[in-house]
């Protein structure tokens, strides 16, 4: 078992940041959260992040004059916050090349559909509108790709009759925010295999 260093990027809500800081708290999840980092000052992630005692850092992507000028404040952040693992977390930006290579394997998304299926931001949308009689989410490792990265795990989440987005979100949040805490438990107890790591 190693206690996992965590930096959380998010943008908004930040409930599966909760249902981190909540597992942590109740000694389900051998982690630290060592920095959050959002790129937006109004995400109500940060409220949750100071409630919880952890630092926080709000760097504005448009105050950078290019993606790669924004990852690498937030690279330099995190490494100054000793952090060892990047959760995203309801984070609207795609990371370069550049960050990936500062975390070589250790960037994990969560994604609200069963992928490969329904990649990108309108997931539960698509997933309603396509007539999907299943959908739910999935914890991936990060790659240059949109939605693309080598997966870890999937919970299957049903779509009832009469749901609209907000009952199917609210339906996959939730099993969103086991499955995350469970792949962290699962990592931190050495039960994740690394993927593979691009050469160059
Ligand atoms: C989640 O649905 C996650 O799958 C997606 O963004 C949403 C973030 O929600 N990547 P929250 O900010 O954690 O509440």
Redesign the pocket.
């Given at each position: 078992m190693t206690t996992l260093e965590l930096g959380v990027l998010?943008s908004?809500?930040?409930?599966?940041?909760q249902a981190i800081l909540d597992a942590i708290q109740r000694g389900a999840l051998d982690a630290r959260v060592r920095l959050v980092i959002s790129n937006r000052a109004d995400a109500f992630?940060i409220e949750r992040a100071r409630r919880a005692g952890v630092a926080v850092r709000v760097l504005p992507h448009r105050e950078y004059a290019s993606r790669e000028a924004f990852d690498e404040a937030m690279i330099a952040a995190l490494r100054e916050a000793s952090v060892e693992w990047i959760v995203l977390?309801?984070f609207m930006r795609l990371l370069t090349p550049r960050f990936l290579r500062a975390f070589p394997g250790r960037v994990l998304?969560?994604?609200?559909s069963l992928l490969p299926d329904f990649p990108g931001t309108h997931a539960i949308r698509d997933a309603l509108e396509h007539g999907a009689t299943v959908t739910g989410?999935t914890v991936h490792f990060v790659d240059d790709g949109v939605d693309t990265g080598p997966i870890i795990a999937q919970r299957r989440v049903p779509v009832l009759p009469g749901d609209d987005e907000a009952s199917l979100a609210e339906r996959?949040?939730r099993a969103?925010h086991e499955l995350y805490v469970e792949v962290l438990a699962d990592i931190a107890a050495g039960r994740v295999e690394p993927p593979p790591v691009p050469e160059g």
């Open positions: 998010v908004g809500n930040g409930t599966n940041l992630a977390a309801g998304n969560i994604h609200p989410c996959i949040h969103e």
